[in-house]
């Protein structure tokens, strides 16, 4: 992905990438998948929950729940890692263990845990890509979901299940279900990136058809106006 000077560069080949889908169609980003809602989803629920999910570059799957209506906030940051290597250049490497991943405060009465995972597995990226999505590969950008509870690792393997049996998608899914051991936020600068640069190559090309795509498809989910962390303090 991007250290602040690799944005810079990232910015430069995805505009040249830009042009080219004009006459290459195919360079388009991954397209949203119609999928039924899980069959299973877990009980309601009193107070703020806390969902985690990694489906490559954080920030487009920040930028989709943050429209997402019933998410109180959705930070950047990394999972699957220690503490001491939760940094931007350490996790880059790919050999940390982390993935780069958004942390998800809810409401249930509001949108449930099966429904964020309706909206992870649609919209937010590709789960049948192994160890990446669209132009960034490495473990770091693997499609998995880390469980906070029992209930949540229930829904999640049932709807991976549900899901591969109604052959949704053209490949098996590849998502990862396991427990979370830490979720540490990102640096500043990654959070809300999806809104502070509209117009940066990266999100015109693969993250703002996301939430085109949210707001298609989940019209009674979609939230106008982001739900942003800029004003939150956000720290490892």
Known sequence: MRSISRVAHRAAVLGALTMLTIAAPALAAE??????????????????????????????VQGVFQHTTGVVNAVSGYAGGSKAAANYMAVS??????????EIKYNPKQISYGKLLQIFFSVAHDP??????????GTQYR????????????????????????????????????????FYAAEAYHQDYLTLHPTQPYIVYNDLPKIENLKKLFPKDYLEKPTLVSSAKVTN
């Open 31 to 60: 397209d949203a998948v119609v999928i039924p809602a899980p069959a299973v989803d877990a009980r309601p629920a009193d107070g703020t929950q806390t969902a985690v999910f990694a489906g490559g570059c954080f920030w487009g």
């Open 93 to 102: 490497t790919g050999a940390t263990g982390h993935a780069e991943a958004v």
């Open 128 to 137: 049948t890509q192994l160890n990446r999505q669209g132009p960034d590969s």
């Open 143 to 182: 499609s998995a979901i880390f469980t906070v509870n029992d209930e949540q690792k229930k829904v999640a393997d049932a709807y991976i299940a549900q899901l591969d049996a109604a052959r949704v998608y053209k490949k098996p899914i590849v998502t990862k279900v396991g427990a979370l051991e830490g």
